[in-house]
């Protein structure tokens, strides 16, 4: 063991260019630990002096000093410096790059490496610690003091009267410095916001162009609490005056800003309070900002184990139990929300941002879930919007994050179940949807509709790609059952390329009944055991004004390939065409450039174009 003597020769600035601190030896003591601090009447150095250790010859610094010797501040952060060691006097000279800052506190460090070269033995890592005075001279007058202020904006406030003060969680505090402070991170580091009892809580922090003041803004949850802002150390501004802290101020949160009410919804600002939603499912929210989730951990994790964010409502398929799915409206102001991802826990029947929407004024508009590199997986019934819907209406939402089920599931680019009557409308999927063996359907919007007296499926795009290893396939919706009394869909367009190796494919629609298909188009590339552009298996329905330009084929031993429709029963086609090119390789397929099968149907003012290959049944327009 070594140990090491000190004679300490510290000079401030004023003094001396170089503040010296001390001889160091090196002698044989066992079992003695090194450490040093420069006594506290003593401490002040200037922030622009050079530190030099006049060193025993015993000692071999001149390698060490290239990569082992560091400058710590008190928040750990390492400080830039040059090192010159001068083997003639033993002196080591550390000057660092920028000034030191004022009043702060520093170690220097000398790590592992050092050896005794006369045996040659490693040294012990030792550090020295020392304080930088609080300002240097000023010349003249000294300015005066200046007081720090802080602000809370009036939208920020529920109720300025209170005492404390009632604010909404995402509440803005902006402390006004006067002038501009000599050490931002310092400053920053200088003002605590955290609980009455004492818990730290998260806030963003930004400083304002002429950086005299900084607008912190709390981002974790501090819902329901009472929060404290206070200084906890000195600041200086740009002049080397102290700035005079503000007095310690407590505030009372309150989850939003609003009253929850049609006409003053709750704003939603932070993830926390997006989150908080499902916390009373029926009032009404309104989106006031993008919101990123990455990182954010649910406060809500019931009795599953969660990854990824947890549903905003949840439904009891098995007691049949809706008070648990949304009831009220959110209005994501055209915002984005990122970082979004689920991977659902075997078991939970719903995934989505929304758990499932219920009753006729459950209303999602104008949200957009962005997040390419994200994904979300899950179970049963999958929409990105709403897992399910019992009612209601979602207007202009899309997802751009690709989906996946894990096991035995639907999944709806938008909406992943629809039960009772809705309107979706103007809503759009550009993200990749993807089946497993034990995937029943998929749709860019919509998955499977039942029961439904009405329901209208409007101005809605489907981009992604569609792979479903085992089921149904479409670019809007996949499934509709007979149960149905009356589908429209209208105006809705797939780009995206559809591929169903063991089931049927379609532009638009699969199994139509009593529906509505008016100005739809399908322009991706379609394959499976039965494929068509726009629809299959439609009965007792009307056709209007749609058409085909992608390619159409079915795998090998397809049943059936068309440009627009196959099954087709008790059917109007009318002003509909195909450009795209129809092949099919069974021996049995029906193959046509409008319809393969069809039975009691009316077609009307259609044509195709495109080119028509197959082995038995094949026409230009019907097979």
Known sequence: KYSVSMRETVKTIEDQDIAQFGIVNFTTLPDITIDFTVPVNKQDVGVDTSIVFNLSPNVDWEDAHKSLISILNYDDQPVDFNVHFTSSTGALTITPVADLQYNMSYTIAFREGLRNKASNQKLIPCSFSFKTNNKVPVTGAEPEHVVASITVTAEDYIDSEAVPPIINLGARFVVDFKNAPRDLHQAENAIKIYSIYEEATKYSAEWSEDKTKLTFTISANMASATIRVAFIGDIYDSRNVLIDPFEELRFETTPYAGEGTEENPYQVFLPIQLDLVRQNLSAHYKQMNDIDLTGYVSNFSESYEFTGF????NFDLYTGDPSGLFTGTYDGQDYKITGFWQDMPSGYMLTGLFGGLYGPDACIKNVHLDNPDGSIKGYYYMGSIAGAVFGGSIINCSNNIPMESVSLAVIGGIAGFVASDCIIDHCVNNAKLTGTSMTECIGGIVAGVEGCDVATISN????GDIINTAGYAAGIISVCSYANDYITIINCKNTGNISTPFAVS????????????ISCSNTGDLSGMTACGIGYDVDYSVIDKCYNTGNINTVAGGNSSCGLFS???????????????VTATGEKAYVGGICGYIYQCEISNCYNTGIVEGTKYVGGVCG
């Open 310 to 313: 947890i549903p905003i409502g």
């Open 460 to 463: 809605c795009i489907n981009n």
């Open 506 to 517: 379609c532009g638009i629609a699969n199994q139509l009944d009593s529906a509505n298909i």
């Open 567 to 581: 099954g087709a029963e008790y059917t109007i086609i009318s002003n509909c065409y195909n450009t795209g090119d």
